[in-house]
């Protein structure tokens, strides 16, 4: 539909306007008016300024209204001439360029930085997996803790030597470090009966210390 | 060297300070006049003008090159009044101090027909003083989204297409909410003048 046609129709969210054939009056409801407002904007169709033009010609109460849009148009300007004549506009370039040159503030460099396209997918994938870490269960460690060394067997004749670490509070941390026979062999377990069994636990004696390194 | 908005910008974009430099003075004086009409404090509206300016610089890269600059100044200056609006709470307006060249154009604006009971009144410049300070409360009292797209059109003579731009509105209800924002205003004026605006039974 071109602009000149009689029935003018505008995009959706739009008041809709008709203008069907010359209008001798035009009332004074809102989609007069409405057309009166883009008639001074110069934003009609030919056939919707033919109308306001028609009406502006018959009835007084529009030419009053068009006279009082006008008027707070140009009082609008009026007032804002006199605002910006009072400003002082020196060195805004200037302070302008030097805000810039500094490093924008970390709001302002991820706002940037959220419009780009990669930047979403990849904050999304790097809370995913941070929140992956933070919530899973916790699995027990080994020395942690709380935990307390029970027993410690090889599976294999080896010799279990310890390996002490003192944290600042005291407490220890022991590792047993199983070392081959002198051989470095592997040999299948054979357990003499003499020797402690698998869950059997070392004899005190032979447990280490802390600080027996 | 070109110097229009289009080649400045790519100038810009590629570091070149003198040519961002000559879009804040192309631009400087529009930006505060529609700064000072939404944030009515000069000194607020200076800093809208400069906070404008900066995120423009920082958003070069991802202006668009097939987009009108100034809709695009014009919008983040929009965007950042809002923000001072909020932040700042309440109003805080300063009125425009006036000299016999406002006092003139005011009176030849002829709001509702101001201007003929104005006439040879004695007590005229007190009375053109308190038109205009009825006007900028009017304006005060309109919502922003009125007040930024009457000051867009007003003092900038922003065409629908343009506003629709500026104002990320479909063009259609540029008309309407420009319709609206003269409507409230006129209705307050004329309270606040005792003038009553031209109506008939159909009026909505």
């Known amino acids: 539909m071109s602009k000149t046609d009689a029935e003018a129709e505008y995009e959706p969210g739009c008041v809709r306007l008709k203008v069907e054939g010359p209008l001798a009056v035009m009332s004074?409801?809102?989609?007069?008016?409405?057309?009166?407002?883009?008639?001074?904007?110069?934003?009609?169709?030919?056939?919707?300024?033919?109308?306001?033009?028609?009406?502006?010609?018959?009835?007084p109460?529009?030419?009053?209204?068009?006279?009082?849009?006008?008027?707070?148009?140009?009082?609008?300007?009026a007032l804002s001439e006199a605002g910006v004549a009072r400003a002082d506009f020196t060195g805004l370039a200037d302070r302008v360029l030097g805000q810039v040159s500094r490093r924008p503030a970390?709001?302002?460099?991820?706002?940037?930085?959220?419009?780009?396209?990669?930047?979403?997918?990849?904050?999304?994938?790097?809370?995913?997996?941070?929140?992956?870490?933070?919530?899973?269960?916790?699995?027990?460690?080994?020395?942690?803790?709380?935990?307390?060394?029970?027993?410690?067997?090889?599976?294999?004749?080896?010799q279990l030597q310890p390996v002490v670490l003192k944290t600042d509070t005291g407490d220890a941390i022991i590792w047993?470090?199983?070392?081959?026979?002198?051989?470095?062999?592997?040999?299948?377990?054979?357990?003499?009966?003499?020797?402690?069994?698998?869950q059997a636990p070392i004899p005190a004696q032979q447990r280490p210390r802390a600080g027996e390194l | 060297m070109a110097t229009d908005d289009h080649s400045l910008v790519q100038r810009a974009r590629?570091?070149?300070?003198?040519?961002?430099?000559?879009?804040?003075?192309?631009?400087?004086?529009?930006?505060?006049?529609?700064?000072?009409?939404?944030?009515?404090?000069?000194?607020?509206?200076?800093?809208?003008?400069?906070?404008?300016?900066?995120?423009v610089h920082r958003s070069l890269e991802s202006f668009k090159s097939d987009a009108t600059f100034y809709t695009w100044l014009y919008r983040i200056t929009v965007n950042v009044c809002i923000d001072v609006i909020r932040r700042r709470g309440g109003s805080r307006s300063q009125t425009i101090e006036f000299d016999e060249h406002v006092a003139h154009d005011?009176?030849?604006?002829?709001?509702?027909?101001?201007?003929s009971q104005l006439g040879n009144n004695p007590e005229k410049a007190v009375l053109q003083r308190e038109l205009g300070e009825k006007i900028?409360?009017?304006?005060?009292?309109?919502?922003?989204?009125?007040?930024?797209?009457?000051?867009?059109?007003?003092?900038?003579?922003?065409s629908y297409e343009e506003l629709a731009q500026a104002l990320e509105i479909p063009k259609g209800t540029v008309m309407s909410r420009l319709f609206h924002a003269r409507a409230k205003v006129q209705k307050l004026l004329s309270e606040s003048l005792g003038i009553p605006l031209p109506s008939d039974d159909e009026q909505d």
């Open chain 1, 28 to 59: 004074l409801n809102s989609n007069t008016l409405q057309l009166l407002s883009a008639y001074i904007d110069g934003e009609l169709t030919a056939a919707e300024r033919e109308a306001v033009e028609r009406a502006l010609a018959e009835d």
């Open chain 2, 106 to 115: 005011l009176t030849e604006a002829n709001l509702g027909g101001v201007s």
């Open chain 1, 106 to 158: 970390v709001v302002d460099r991820l706002r940037e930085a959220w419009r780009r396209p990669w930047f979403p997918v990849g904050g999304l994938v790097a809370v995913a997996a941070a929140a992956f870490f933070v919530l899973r269960p916790a699995a027990p460690v080994p020395g942690g803790e709380g935990v307390v060394v029970q027993s410690a067997t090889a599976d294999a004749p080896a």
């Open chain 2, 14 to 55: 590629s570091g070149d300070e003198r040519a961002f430099r000559l879009l804040v003075e192309r631009y400087q004086k529009k930006v505060y006049a529609v700064a000072l009409g939404m944030v009515k404090d000069r000194e607020d509206a200076m800093d809208v003008v400069q906070e404008a300016f900066v995120k």
């Open chain 1, 176 to 198: 047993l470090v199983e070392h081959p026979d002198a051989s470095g062999a592997h040999r299948p377990t054979t357990l003499s009966p003499d020797k402690p069994g698998p």
């Open chain 1, 61 to 77: 109460r529009v030419r009053e209204i068009q006279q009082s849009m006008r008027g707070l148009g140009s009082a609008m300007r």
């Open chain 2, 136 to 158: 900028q409360a009017a304006l005060e009292q309109i919502p922003e989204k009125h007040r930024a797209i009457l000051l867009l059109r007003e003092l900038d003579g922003l």
